[in-house]
């Protein structure tokens, strides 16, 4: 299992290179540079995670990576310095699948890498006629396409994920920690707002179809195809 970091020469960077090795991931090392697009090319990966210097803003190779052909479809995991919700967001609108702020715990580190491999691997495993329909909105599970009025919406696979998973299930009401555990194989001890964030972002990138996510206060969400008004 390769994956690659495209990283600043840093200390902390070393320790995420040793947390991966002592799970025994096979790990390749890019600098961050001008050329790290070209280099990524050339590499096999299974999971990119980028550390960018503190200074300098993800958005613009992570639209880079997802321009790319060959690297489009690899699952990216950011690493940034800790920041309000909209830097958070905007690198999850540029491309990333999950994104993690400094400083973190090797184990929850670990946690990420686990989840967003294995969901990577869930591509080929449905039968190729699955189709997931509500409403106007119409999810692919095997080529993870999505359309909303008839118009192709671009989603992070986090964001299928997340919301194959509340349609799936119906209007029934999915406590936060459920779907933290099941999309993001967080312990039910950790405090995070990855789950709201995402939520956020899928209502902007579905539009009027955004109204069939249920926000259900102090519980979870909910996913109802009737629904005509987005609830906040």
Request: proline share 7%; net charge positive; with cysteine.
């Amino acid at each position: 299992m390769l994956i690659t970091i495209a990283r600043e020469d840093c200390p902390f960077c070393a320790q995420i290179e040793k947390a991966l090795a002592s799970q025994q991931y096979q790990v390749n090392s890019v600098p961050w540079s001008s050329r790290m697009l070209q280099t990524l090319e050339d590499c096999p990966h299974q999971l990119l995670v980028l550390v960018p210097p503190l200074a300098q803003s993800p958005v613009k190779p992570l639209r880079e990576l997802r321009a790319n052909k060959r690297l489009s479809r690899v699952p990216i995991l950011c690493i940034g310095p800790k920041t309000e919700g909209p830097g958070v967001i905007a690198a999850l609108e540029a491309g990333a699948d999950d994104f993690i702020s400094r400083p973190f715990s090797p184990q929850i580190f670990l946690a990420r890498v686990r989840t967003l491999l294995r969901r990577a691997s869930w591509g080929g495993s449905a039968p190729a006629d699955t189709v997931l329909k509500a409403g106007n909105l119409e999810l692919e599970l095997v080529t993870r396409r999505v359309t909303a009025q008839g118009k192709p919406v671009n989603l992070t696979r986090l964001e299928f994920d997340l919301i194959a998973y509340l349609l799936r299930h119906g209007e029934r009401v999915h406590k936060r920690r459920d779907i933290l555990e099941a999309i993001w194989d967080y312990p039910d001890d950790v405090e995070t707002r990855t789950l709201d964030k995402h939520v956020e972002t899928l209502r902007k990138k579905l539009g009027p179809a955004s109204a069939m996510i249920q926000t259900v206060h102090g519980v979870g969400y909910s996913f109802n195809s009737l629904s005509s008004n987005p609830v906040r």
